[in-house]
C-alpha cells in the first residue's frame, strides 16, 4: 500500500529512461561551429551532433585506492555521505569538419534517480534485500536524493498540454496597442517529444485576434486570420462555416470571424497560402537569423 504512493513517479522516471531519453537525442538540432584553431590563422568549420544517450545507474567509480571498478552505489550511502543519488547521462557525440568525422563518448553529468524507478540499484529487490543494503523494507519510493536530503521531483505545475484554456489578465493589455486582458492560451507539446512551447492568442479591442508566438524567448505577433489562411490552400467561406460550425446563429462569433478573415493584415494582397506563408517567412526570418548558431 505506501509503495503505491510514490508509482506514479516511478512510472513517470521509468518512462524518461525507457523512452524519453532516446527521443531526446534524435530531436536535437546539428550545432554549427567555425574559427581560428591553428597557430597559421586557418580556419576551421564544422559540426557537432548526439546521436545516442543513455543514463548509467548510481555508482562508485573510483576508491580510495584508485581503482576504476564500478561499484554500486545504494540510496542508504547518499543519504550518510550527504551526496546526491545519480547516475552519469552519458551521450556519443558526432563531430565533423573537414569532410571528416569521429565520434566519441562524452560525460554530460550527473542526473538525480527516482528511487525504485529501473535505474535504481534496489530495483527488484525483495524485502530482505533491501534491508540488508541499508534500505526500509516498506520503504515509500517515488523520490529522490539530493545532497543527503529526499525530495520529491515534481515541484513544478504545468497546465495541460495541448488544451486551450480561457483566462483574463490584466498584464496582456499592456502588450500592445488595442490589446485586452483577455485571450486563450495553450501549452502546445510534440507529440514525439514531451517539450513544448506556451502559445497565447489575444483579443483585440477591434474584435480580431492575434497569435503571440515565442522564439528563442522573443515574441512575435501574428493575426490569427493570417495563420488560419496558411494551413491549406482553402476560400475564405470554408474557414468561415468551419469557425461557425454548430454555432451559425450566433451573429456576435459570426461578426468576429469576418473581423479576423477581412482584416488589412490578413487580406491584402493574400491570394493563396503561398502567399500567406511567404509573409510569415518574412516575419520570422530575421528573429530567426538573430539565434546564435542558426544558419
Partial sequence: MLAQLGQAHVDSFDDFVSHGIGMCSGEMSTAYFSGTFSADGAGLAGSISLERLWLDRPNFCRD??????????????????????GGILRGVAKISFESRSFTREVD?????????????????MSAKERVRVGEEADDVTGYSIVNGQEVIMRMLQAPRRNTPFAIDRAGWASRGHGFTSKGVMVRSVCPRLPTGVTNVLHAVR?????????????????????????FRDTTDKEIMSRLLAGDEGNASLRSIATIVLTSKAASTNLHSRADCLKLMGRMIKPMWQAIPGVR
Wanted: with cysteine.
Fill in 64 to 85: 580510495n585506492f584508485g581503482s576504476t571498478k564500478e561499484k554500486p552505489m545504494y540510496p542508504s550511502h547518499a543519504r550518510i555521505a550527504r551526496v546526491s543519488y
Fill in 108 to 124: 554530460l553529468g550527473l542526473i538525480p534517480v527516482t528511487v525504485g524507478s529501473c535505474a535504481c540499484n534496489t530495483h527488484g
Fill in 206 to 230: 477591434t474584435g480580431n485576434a492575434v497569435i503571440a508566438l515565442s522564439i528563442h524567448k522573443r515574441q512575435l505577433l501574428l493575426p490569427l486570420g493570417l495563420v488560419l489562411k496558411s
